[in-house]
């Protein structure tokens, strides 16, 4: 309803695997490379989202990729074999810090930067590789590679007008999702807060294609289909300055996102809780980041660059927590 079918399917969905195809002990930890954390943090949890290292590891992608110079998917692909399959306890994270500039024009080698960016250019440089060789594709079909199968989903935006209640609905693909904590103390209620209809007037005013003319709205916007790794932001910045939001928020090990759905009615839609990244220090600015993760051994770990050490998961649940990796 509303949004465009794909032409062309370039990874096909039966084809992902939700769960470890092999179980093992953690991978090894990553050396910081000088202002490095805020990337190794990204890389660890990645290489314990289960879908994404079972294609990894298959060397599906490598075997058939025929690009010239930097391909991030390739350059994944050796990370995770490398922390995965060998059995060094310390791996240093060399490809990645050396094509740094290619991942995203911002960072810098020497210079610290933030994980939710880095994170970002790092989806979206594996979503440029799983395209190469894939021209003139659609947008649609382009929402139909491997990344955007794992992490990507649909938010459905419904403006009214309030003067004559015309509707108008519009679809946007997503890999992650940023939510506002200044007020909210758990994700739950953010969650709230993100699909509330927020009333829109004065400078944000809408021109209404019945009314023709700008008219006070209501904008809602919900989650129209669900990813299968589903990736939130708890926005710590206070402001442009670099101050930093600092409470807890609370989040739950098992997540039902079936209530922020634009259907709310069905069977409730379960996440398991796999990977959580925690910043620490006082400013936005600087400070240090590291991350809990579930190995394939269904147990938890933290991973602070070269240490990985066990933990509980009433740990994991207890930290002032940057971003969330939830698993379908």
Same mark, same amino acid.
């Given at each position: 309803e509303g949004m465009a079918?794909?032409?062309?399917?370039? !990874?096909?969905?039966?084809?992902? @695997?939700?769960?470890?195809?092999?179980r093992q002990r953690p991978g090894a930890g990553l050396c910081n490379l000088g202002?490095?954390?805020?990337?190794?943090?990204?890389?660890?949890?990645?290489?314990?989202?289960?879908?994404?290292a079972n294609y990894l590891l298959s060397r599906d992608h490598s075997q058939l990729c025929h690009r010239q110079g930097f391909c991030m998917m390739c350059i994944m692909e050796a990370h995770v074999r490398k922390v995965l399959r060998s059995s060094a306890s310390v791996i240093w994270p060399r490809a990645v810090v050396r094509d740094l500039k290619f991942i995203g024009e911002e960072f810098e080698p020497d210079m610290a930067g933030d994980a939710y960016e880095f994170l970002? @250019?790092?989806?979206?440089?594996?979503?440029?590789?799983?395209?190469?060789?894939?021209?003139?594709?659609?947008?649609?079909?382009?929402?139909?590679?491997?990344? %955007?199968?794992?992490?990507?989903?649909?938010?459905?935006?419904?403006?009214? @007008?309030? /003067?004559?209640?015309?509707?108008?609905?519009?679809?946007?693909? !997503?890999?992650?999702?940023?939510?506002?904590?200044?007020?909210?103390?758990?994700?739950?209620?953010?969650?709230?807060?993100?699909?509330?209809?927020?009333?829109?007037?004065?400078? +944000?005013? !809408?021109?209404?294609?019945k009314c023709e003319k700008k008219v006070t709205i209501?904008?809602?916007?919900?989650? +129209?289909?669900?990813? /299968?790794?589903?990736?939130?932001?708890?926005?710590?910045?206070a402001d442009h300055t670099g101050k930093k939001i600092s409470k807890i928020v609370e989040y739950p090990e098992y997540l039902d996102l079936r209530p922020y759905?634009?259907?709310?009615?069905?069977?409730?839609? !379960? +996440?398991?809780? +796999?990977?959580?990244?925690? %910043?620490s220090g006082h400013t936005c600015l600087g400070g240090h980041f590291f991350c809990y993760t579930k190995a394939s051994n269904g147990l938890w770990y933290k991973m602070?660059?070269?240490?990985?050490?066990?933990?509980?998961?009433?740990?994991?649940?207890?930290?002032q927590a940057y971003l969330l990796f939830y698993a379908r």
């Amino acid at each position: 309803e509303g949004m465009a079918r794909p032409q062309k399917i370039l !990874f096909p969905p039966e084809e992902i @695997c939700m769960d470890w195809q092999q179980r093992q002990r953690p991978g090894a930890g990553l050396c910081n490379l000088g202002s490095t954390c805020y990337i190794n943090v990204i890389l660890q949890c990645l290489t314990y989202t289960p879908p994404l290292a079972n294609y990894l590891l298959s060397r599906d992608h490598s075997q058939l990729c025929h690009r010239q110079g930097f391909c991030m998917m390739c350059i994944m692909e050796a990370h995770v074999r490398k922390v995965l399959r060998s059995s060094a306890s310390v791996i240093w994270p060399r490809a990645v810090v050396r094509d740094l500039k290619f991942i995203g024009e911002e960072f810098e080698p020497d210079m610290a930067g933030d994980a939710y960016e880095f994170l970002r @250019c790092a989806l979206e440089a594996m979503q440029r590789a799983c395209l190469s060789g894939s021209s003139n594709v659609d947008i649609s079909s382009q929402t139909t590679t491997i990344i %955007h199968q794992i992490f990507g989903g649909f938010l459905k935006s419904r403006v009214t @007008c309030l /003067k004559c209640q015309a509707v108008s609905d519009s679809y946007k693909a !997503f890999l992650h999702v940023l939510l506002d904590i200044k007020v909210p103390s758990s994700l739950t209620t953010a969650l709230d807060d993100f699909v509330a209809p927020k009333k829109l007037d004065g400078k +944000y005013c !809408f021109k209404c294609s019945k009314c023709e003319k700008k008219v006070t709205i209501s904008k809602r916007v919900t989650v +129209y289909h669900v990813p /299968k790794v589903f990736t939130v932001c708890l926005e710590r910045a206070a402001d442009h300055t670099g101050k930093k939001i600092s409470k807890i928020v609370e989040y739950p090990e098992y997540l039902d996102l079936r209530p922020y759905m634009s259907d709310t009615a069905g069977e409730p839609l !379960f +996440y398991s809780l +796999y990977a959580v990244v925690v %910043h620490s220090g006082h400013t936005c600015l600087g400070g240090h980041f590291f991350c809990y993760t579930k190995a394939s051994n269904g147990l938890w770990y933290k991973m602070d660059d070269e240490s990985v050490d066990n933990c509980g998961i009433h740990a994991v649940l207890r930290q002032q927590a940057y971003l969330l990796f939830y698993a379908r």
